[in-house]
């Protein structure tokens, strides 16, 4: 049902750089900017990337955001094992799918 | 501490109503907008609907639309959001959250979440 399609899972082991993507429409990510947040297991969601690449106080440096067109990016860096938890992207939607859309979700796997 | 707290975990029976609640925290919803998420049991996100409490303008997802009320006490800093009869289907937690601005719309703060349980 959602609207902001991304890949199921990732996984890498520690140190290692993985990337999310979080592709959308020119409703959505093509006109609007890209937020993205981590649950971790059992927890409230927390946001992590706001405005496309911004990071909130608090939210270490390996932890970035990417945007180009109507698709954009996570990628952290130095993966750690505390990283494991679920992601999600969201974006305001123009369209009938709003106003505001939600990823499907990356489960992310430090092996 | 600026936070939302959420009313705890309930448990009905389908055709029941329910009517759960979010309070704010000092003014920290004075011109924001608040919405609420579902997760079902081991689902994604799904943004619901919000609410500008100050004068109680609404929105709601296309899929949600009809089957709940968001609602607000602005006196009071809470949120609400009700159903008037409850199905299996409801079963989920359900987060309230702050959206930041109205220009990006970022979730900034949330609550720790409400879950609900109907089961016959």
């Known amino acids: 049902q959602s609207v902001l399609t991304q890949p199921p899972s990732a996984s890498g082991t520690p140190g290692q750089r993985i990337t999310i993507s979080c592709s959308g429409s020119?409703?959505?990510?093509?006109?609007?900017?890209v937020s993205w947040y981590q649950q971790l297991s059992g927890t409230a969601p927390k946001l992590l990337i706001n405005?496309?690449?911004q990071r909130p106080a608090g939210v270490p440096a390996r932890f970035s955001g990417s945007k180009s067109g109507t698709s954009a990016s996570l990628a952290i860096s130095g993966l750690q094992s505390e990283d494991e938890a679920d992601y999600y992207c969201a974006a305001w939607d123009d369209s009938l799918n709003g106003p505001y859309v939600f990823g499907t979700g990356t489960t992310v796997t430090v092996l | 501490e600026v936070q939302l707290v959420q009313s705890g975990p309930e448990v009905k029976k389908p055709g029941e109503s329910l009517n759960i609640s979010c309070q704010g925290s000092g003014s920290i919803f004075t011109n924001y907008w608040v919405g609420w998420v579902r997760q079902m049991p081991g689902k994604g996100l799904e943004w619901m609907g919000m609410i500008y409490p100050d004068d109680s303008d609404t929105r709601y997802s296309p899929s949600f639309r009809g089957r709940v009320t968001i609602s607000a006490d602005r006196s009071i800093d809470t949120l609400y959001l009700q159903w008037s009869s409850l199905q299996a289907s409801d079963t989920a937690i359900y987060f309230c959250?702050?959206?930041?601005?109205?220009?990006?719309?970022?979730?900034?703060?949330w609550g720790r979440g409400t879950l609900v349980t109907v089961s016959s």
């Open positions: 020119r409703s959505n990510i093509g006109t609007n900017t």
């Open positions: 959250a702050r959206h930041a601005d109205y220009l990006n719309w970022y979730f900034d703060l």
């Open positions: 405005r496309n690449t």
